[in-house]
């Protein structure tokens, strides 16, 4: 009862109006993602000037061989899926993780209209399956950076190196690490920790906020405030990382 | 909105069939662009490089627009909201345009030419 008064005026900012028909926490979420989606595009245009500086592969795609004198095919590096050693299921994992983004997204639009409707049991469904694909997503990403890391026992004859304080000829590089790396130029190789890794750090830190708000549902903090635009909030930051995802699946794989 | 809050009543609204078919609707629409997308990377020869990329931008700005116009629901939002979120993406445009173009300068004088 003692929030009922509040309730009705909480729609409105403090000038008594309401600028775009957005609340304030709305507004200003939409407005940390424009900058947000500056700096992704920042990392991709660099990733697209950096690779139109290198030299492309010009051969058959099935003669493909990892060499630092060309920038590397995507699908050629990352053919790799876990508990399948050694066969070659090209770009097939990270098209699981962009599915399982996508269907997390969509748990978090149910959570948000479960919101709408004060249904404090759906929305904690909806914000576990969210958190449960989020996690998910994580795991696969920390899987595929390991296996990047680590690279395939071939390796590949980089040139010459910097290794251990001496300089090596011929040095046979095997995985990746932010100096050299077996796939390609050792721009390709910062170019994947450093935008999948900005990336995975938005995931991440948008899990904890799924994370608060759910346990905030379940608290019933929610409830006895009278709505759950909080779910609202944190769902625009969860859809952008999934948006972020499909550009990052499009410029950095598929490309 | 205001009048469920005024009334004061913790009673949960039956959810809307309508609203959650357009999400399942939505959800299929981006599954299938993305499936899709593994199709034309695979089934379509290699030297089609450039009609592949376009393909694929295009692809990508259809799963963007579902994501923000419906996920986000930018798309029911008032038109001023929709445009100051829209439009300063322009600027990004420009920049693709000029490192790409940057970018193959850098090799071209590289290459010694």
Redesign the interface.
């Known amino acids: 009862m003692a929030n009922s008064a509040a309730s009705v005026v909480k729609n409105l900012w403090n000038g008594g109006v309401e600028p775009m028909k957005a609340s304030y926490g709305k507004l200003m979420m939409w407005f940390f993602l424009v900058s947000d989606a500056f700096t992704f595009s920042g990392l991709l245009v660099a990733y697209g000037m950096v690779r139109s500086a290198h030299t492309a592969y010009s051969g058959a795609p099935k003669d493909f061989v990892f060499s630092s004198e060309y920038w590397p095919i995507p699908e050629k590096v990352f053919e790799a899926v876990p508990f399948l050693h050694g066969i070659s299921l090209p770009l097939v994992f990270v098209g699981i993780m962009t599915f399982i983004l996508i269907l997390s997204s969509v748990t978090m639009v149910l959570a948000v209209e479960a919101g709408h409707r004060r249904d404090k049991k759906s929305v904690e469904k909806w914000m576990l399956w969210t958190i449960v694909g989020g996690l998910t997503f994580l795991g696969c990403q920390a899987w595929e950076w390991t296996h990047f890391i680590v690279g395939t026992e071939e390796g590949t004859i980089i040139g010459r190196a910097f290794i251990d304080g001496e300089w090596v000829e011929g040095f046979k590089m095997i995985g990746a690490n932010l100096t050299y790396n077996q796939y390609g130029p050792p721009d390709f190789a910062a170019f994947f920790f450093f935008i999948t890794g900005f990336h995975g750090f938005h995931v991440f830190s948008g899990v904890v906020f799924n994370f608060l708000v759910y346990y905030r549902t379940v608290t019933g903090m929610y409830e006895r405030r009278g709505h759950y635009e909080m779910v609202e909030k944190v769902g625009l930051y969860w859809h952008f990382v999934d948006l972020v995802w499909v550009f990052v699946f499009t410029f950095f794989y598929l490309v | 909105?205001?009048t469920?809050?005024?009334q004061?009543t913790?009673?949960?609204?039956?959810?809307d069939k309508e609203?959650?078919k357009q999400?399942?609707k939505v959800?299929v629409i981006?599954?299938i662009v993305?499936a899709l997308?593994?199709a034309v990377?695979?089934l379509m020869p290699?030297d089609m490089h450039t009609i592949k990329?376009a393909i694929?931008?295009g692809?990508?700005i259809v799963?963007?627009g579902y994501?923000?116009g419906e996920?986000?629901h930018l798309s029911h939002?008032?038109k001023?909201?929709l445009w100051?979120?829209i439009l300063?993406?322009v600027?990004?445009l420009w920049?693709?345009v000029a490192?790409?173009y940057?970018?193959?300068s850098?090799?071209e004088s590289?290459?010694g030419y």
């Not at chain 2, 913790?10 to 959810?15: F, K, L, Q, S």
């Open positions: 909105m205001e469920t809050n005024t004061h913790t009673e949960v609204i039956p959810a609203k959650i999400i399942i959800a981006l599954g993305t997308e593994f990377a695979f290699h990329v694929f931008i692809m990508t799963k963007a994501i923000v996920f986000m939002e008032v001023s909201l100051s979120i300063p993406m600027f990004i920049l693709i490192m790409l940057e970018g193959n850098v090799l590289n290459m």
